[in-house]
């Protein structure tokens, strides 16, 4: 067994009955506590495992990348998002850094320059939950590594979520200008009415759509359950105007051309709403502050949905049922839009009664025995 320090790094070499296990740590504490744990699972019969995790030849984090992107990623869902965050990993600083040498130190420095950019807490804990599969599956599948490093550090929190609703008066003028782009009008009204996810839109077949029993079935979802979405009339009236067809998919289109096709109706809706301000007398400078027909995503349409549905009396139990979360702790944003339809309810069961007596009044009482 040693211990040499290389640089800024300290490497470990364990060999016991002829196996050996090699690793690079920042501290030499780090590197001694690996060092007599590595010992224990040699002589306990893990020296193959312990053996296999030396590289025999330079395997860099970009190499890991790759063979992820080659054997794993094709079998996920959301696999072009996933490609999107592989890609700034495979152009980062640690990409030419061999795997079995990223440390701790690495991750938080990287974790922190993340959280110093533009990008939200949220955004950042999904980049570093993309390289983390990377490092899972080279210690788990490929034994690259012991651990994956990732696992020891903080990652930020998710934050609140969004609250956006949208109005009517903006939907109105979002179908209005969406009338440029193919499928968009007919996509905005689903999601409205259903509450589905744009994956979920975009994923609908002409087989799992049942318009004489109005309800859509969803093989494969977000959470890995299948479910079924009852249709709203408006809904139903919306896809019965489609060319029906027995099998394919309902909409072309991919999350990415969706996204840019909302923003851009919803640009050119708020374009023709600021002339028509104008028009009206008011001044530019007003408008900067006006929050209508800003700040709005896809996405809302789903909140705005989920919202309507628990204000127009649907319990949380139901409304999972339609939404598709699995449990109610994710739907406990919307709890508080129940509390007036609680406060109407606890009304009509809190009518005064005549059957109880007055109240005493006991200062009265004390003056009456005088």
Known sequence: MSIRSRGKKFQVRVTVNGHTATQSFDTIAEAQRWEAHQKILLEHGMAERSKAVVPT?????????????????????????????????RSSSLADRQVNEISRQDLVTLRDHLLQSSLKPASVRRY???????????????????????????????????ERRVSRQELRRILHAARFAPDLQAIIILALE???????ILSLEWQHVDLEKRVLWLPLTKNGDARTV?????ATKTLETR????????????????????QRAVHRARQTYEWERKTEGVFPSDLEHDPFLRNLRFHDLRHERISSLVEGGFNLIEVAAISGHRTMQCLK????????????????????????????????SLKQAK
Not at 57 to 82: C, M, N, Q, W
Not at 148 to 160: Q, T, V
Not at 230 to 234: D, F, G, H, Q, T
């Open 57 to 89: 030849a330079k395997f860099t984090l970009a190499d890991a990348i790759d063979r992820y992107s080659t054997e794993v990623l094709p079998g996920k869902r959301g696999h072009r998002s996933e490609l999107y965050l592989l890609r700034y990993w």
């Open 333 to 364: 944003r919307y709890s508080h839009l129940q509390t007036a339809l609680l406060i109407d309810k606890l009304d009509r069961i809190s009518q005064p009664s005549t059957t109880l007596p007055a109240p005493v009044v006991v200062g009265a």
């Open 194 to 200: 259903t509450g589905m996810r744009r994956s979920e």
């Open 230 to 234: 009852p249709l709203s009339i408006e």
């Open 128 to 162: 570093l939950d993309c390289l983390s599969a990377v490092l899972t599956a080279c210690a788990r599948d490929w034994l690259l590594v012991n651990t994956n490093p990732m696992r020891e550090i903080r990652k930020p929190a998710n934050g609140k979520p969004r």
């Open 243 to 262: 060319p029906q067809q027995t099998e394919g998919k309902l909409f072309s289109k991919n999350g990415t051309s969706l996204s840019g096709a909302f």
